[in-house]
């Protein structure tokens, strides 16, 4: 299993906002940035947001993110249908010292 | 333009080798942490390892330690991955990463699938 923990699934209709949340604990997300990355099937990863709030150029300001003590979440408002994908959280664990994911939201756009 | 193509995957008996690498022209690549990722059949992504610009700093997910060598040569923009005592499990489609550090990993290869079965 996943040292973060996310939902396996989540859907939502056009339009509407969503969020999918990430939990880890103090030697991960509760110590340092959370990371979110996009993945279509057959496809890389893509960086969707970085250092827990920022997003890369290019990336919609319809994905935003944010972080409370050990657990992160992922926003996307006003959903589209090319917004389905895989979704996942990363971060750098402290102890061990590795990067670690969550296992990955399969987001369903109805 | 950013560029990460990997090269030799294929399939491998369990207890064998294969040696993966990165070619990565287009950028200044000795100025970049690289990092592996993978991902297993129908599963999540995995963090296998990474390597500082100089090669002076490297770290491995546990259960690839001892087995997985991450090197680089800066002169020939590559990185690679020796991967010995291969084991069912480690099959997957890997990713060559460009790792900005607290920035994120930017730029992914198209990923090169290594199949470990008998």
């Known amino acids: 299993q996943s040292v973060l923990t996310q939902p396996p699934s989540a859907s939502g209709t056009p339009g509407q906002r969503l969020t999918i949340s990430c939990s880890g604990s103090s030697s991960n997300i509760g110590a340092n940035y959370v990371y979110w990355y996009q993945q279509f099937p057959g496809k890389a990863p893509k960086l969707l947001i970085y250092?827990?709030?920022e997003r890369p150029s290019g990336v919609p300001d319809r994905f935003s993110a944010s972080k409370s003590g050990t657990s992160a979440s992922l926003a996307i408002s006003g959903l589209r249908s090319e917004d389905e994908a895989d979704y996942y959280c990363?971060?750098?664990?402290?102890?061990?010292?590795?990067?670690?994911f969550g296992g990955g939201t399969k987001l369903t756009v109805l | 333009e950013v560029q990460l193509v990997e090269s030799g995957g294929g399939l491998v008996q369990p207890g064998g080798s294969l040696r993966l690498s990165c070619a990565a022209p287009g950028f200044t690549f000795s100025i970049y942490w690289m990092s592996w990722v993978r991902q297993a059949p129908g599963k999540g992504l995995e963090w296998v390892a990474n390597i500082r610009e100089d090669g002076t700093e490297i770290f491995y997910v546990d259960s690839v330690k001892g087995r997985f060598t991450i090197s680089r040569d800066n002169s020939k923009k590559s990185v690679y991955l020796q991967m010995n005592s291969l084991r069912v499990e480690d099959t997957g489609v890997y990713y060559c990463?460009?790792?900005?550090?607290?920035?994120?990993?930017?730029?992914w290869g198209q990923g090169i699938p290594v199949t470990v079965s008998s």
């Open positions: 250092m827990t709030i």
């Open positions: 990463v460009r790792d900005r550090d607290w920035l994120g990993w930017d730029y």
């Open positions: 990363a971060a750098w664990d402290v102890s061990p010292r590795n990067w670690v």
